[in-house]
């Protein structure tokens, strides 16, 4: 499985666009990069996942260069609901009995 | 999308007593589910894979003695801790993934466990 780095916190304020970068140095052909959020007391929530180049919803953008070591989550103008942890896993994701490891995650605080 | 869903969301037990975690795949079936612990200010860590109709397959110092899994349906995991020690208080989360969508999984909202 291949490891992720991230910052462990960052700071932001209502309106900005915040860029999450995470490091994979070891990703495998067939991982995915994967985000998630999770906020106090609740379990993880999917943010986005993609394979390479860039990947969009309604709720945030990925970003991933061609040698996939490592990927953006960009959170366009943030609000104080979107102070949370955000985690970043690579894995093969077609099984899906394969385990997701959790790295250390980014704590966001977005401030007013 | 699917939903999975834990009970209870809290639970204060007395040392010594065992307690049991559900946790259900509401719209969906699931033959595999991970059930992860999480203290205060830490990552998820994964405490073991549940497989359904088989015997669970424990990560690296999680005592399966301890932590019984038990995947007796598609849609239902279990986790019992038993003999509960205050050192087992913690956040427990599972998680399955729907096989017609393999990208996602799907977490439950957890179980905040308090050992007196």
């Known amino acids: 499985l291949a490891k992720t780095t991230q910052p462990i916190s960052m700071d932001s304020y209502e309106g900005q666009e915040v860029n999450i970068t995470c490091s994979h140095n070891?990703?495998?052909?067939?991982?995915?990069i994967t985000w998630y959020q999770q906020f106090p007391s609740q379990g993880p929530r999917f943010i986005i996942q993609g394979y390479k180049t860039k990947v969009t919803n309604e709720v945030a953008s990925l970003f991933i260069p061609a040698d996939r070591k490592s990927s953006t989550l960009s959170l366009p103008r943030v609000s104080l609901s979107d102070t949370a942890v955000y985690y970043c896993?690579?894995?093969?994701?077609?099984?899906?009995?394969?385990?997701?490891?959790f790295g250390g995650g980014t704590r966001l605080m977005v401030k007013p | 999308g699917a939903v999975v869903s834990q009970h209870p969301s809290r639970v204060i037990c007395k040392s010594g007593t065992s307690v049991k975690i559900e946790c259900r795949s509401l719209?969906?079936?699931?033959?595999?589910m991970f059930w992860y612990r999480q203290f205060p200010k830490q990552s998820l860590m994964l405490m073991a894979t549940s497989n359904e109709g088989s015997k669970a397959t424990y990560e690296q110092g999680v005592e399966k003695d301890k932590f019984l899994i038990n995947h007796a349906s598609l849609t239902l995991s279990t986790l019992t801790v038993t003999s509960a020690h205050p050192e087992d208080s913690s956040f427990y989360i599972c998680?399955?993934?729907?096989w017609g969508k393999g990208a996602e999984a799907f977490f439950g909202q957890g179980t905040r466990l308090t050992v007196v």
């Open positions: 998680s399955a993934r729907d």
């Open positions: 719209d969906f079936q699931a033959t595999t």
């Open positions: 070891n990703i495998a052909t067939n991982d995915y």
């Open positions: 896993l690579v894995g093969d994701t077609g099984n899906a009995g394969n385990m997701l490891t």
